[in-house]
């Protein structure tokens, strides 16, 4: 026989069950043992974070480059955008409105097919394609696809560029043979345009080929298409709360509202809030739970007695949510087998037991005179 124990509770007295205390710390324990195991979610979305704030430094840094240049250079007009002409090498490359030239290039004519190339960049805005695809490339670096994107991006402006360059008076080799001379000087600047070893092949055969231009914006503008589809189409994860749509604070509120409706027993409400204020998961189960106690509260079991069933079954919530109705439509007792159904919830691990707790939840709907929360309020 269990014993019994009197304790001491301002303006309340109340018995506690060993037999339940028992089984209580048996599943405090078990869910104090689950809290060790390792947050994948969280540090998901630490290195999520983590990789976001690199590309994101990286691209104003780039940034700060590019507006040092314009401003400790020699700025000139040219055919209506800017000149700058550096004090050291670097390789011809452009940005926005401006064309950058290294120091062996100064006493070239301006009007040459290289600066042509990129008045040809400026002139069409390649640097919105490369800052467009540097922003969604921060957010979605984990999509193996932006690279692709990014790269043939990249290609296409230069096939552009390379377009609206005329090339009759040095003729297709005179124009090869420049860009083959600016392919050892990479410019280290990933958002200006310029002139990259890596892609010389694939545009010299396209300056052999000499497609169509309206053909060619007409392939840019279809794969700019498809790389927004692409992008918004993948699912982005969030670093949350993974199994509730309800706020900690929202449940809190709803329980503080809910308290004022019905008298909890021995003030177990301050419980209740304790459970949820240290729960991090959940919280939609809380508020279910409350609704139910502000329903039926004044003829079922003791909202301690619940609270600590909510908290213990917070790992098979979908199981509870089932039981839930049944403790509460049946006006349910400590003892009543509703409760002792929800306790076994709590302890149910393996596949076995849980579907065994399923099969005896099935059994009892059947047998319960009433089939929905909803149907049990008409008969309040």
Known sequence: MAHAYMINIPNNLQFVDTDNVKAMTSNVSGE??????????????????????????RFSLNLVRLIYKIRNGHCLKHKGYNLVLLEYQVNIHSFMNTIFLG????????????????????????????????????FYWFNPLIY???????????FLADAGVDISSDGLKGYSDK?????????????????????????????????????????????????????????????????????????????????????????SIAVLLTYTENTRYNYDTFVYITELISNFGHSTVPAMEIAQIVFFTSRECDLFNEIAPLIFLHNSGPNDVYVDLAKEASRARTDSEIARVKQQIEQYKKESEYTSIDEALKNQ
């Not at 309800?246 to 709803?254: F, G, L, R, S």
Request: net charge positive; aromatic share 8%; hydrophobic share 45%.
């Open 179 to 267: 860009i083959i001379n600016y392919a050892f000087s990479n410019n280290p600047i990933n958002l200006a345009s310029g002139f990259n070893h890596s892609i010389i092949k694939k545009r010299i055969i396209m300056l052999k080929a000499r497609r169509d231009k309206k053909m060619k914006m007409n392939k840019l503008f279809i794969m700019v298409v498809v790389v927004i589809s692409t992008i918004f189409a993948i699912p982005s994860f969030s670093v949350g709360e993974p199994d509730s749509n309800i706020t900690q604070k929202e449940a809190i509120k709803a329980i503080k509202q809910i308290n004022q409706k019905v008298q909890f027993h021995n003030g």
């Open 103 to 138: 120091v062996n290039d100064r006493d070239k004519q301006f009007d040459n097919d290289l600066i042509d190339h990129e008045l040809t960049h400026l002139k069409q805005f390649h640097a919105v394609d490369l800052i467009f695809i540097e922003i969604v490339q921060i």
């Open 148 to 158: 692709l994107f990014k790269s043939a991006i990249k290609i296409n402006r230069e």
């Open 32 to 57: 104090i043992r689950t809290t060790g195991n390792v947050d994948y979610k969280g540090l998901i979305g630490f290195l999520y974070t983590l990789v976001s704030v690199a590309l994101a430094v």
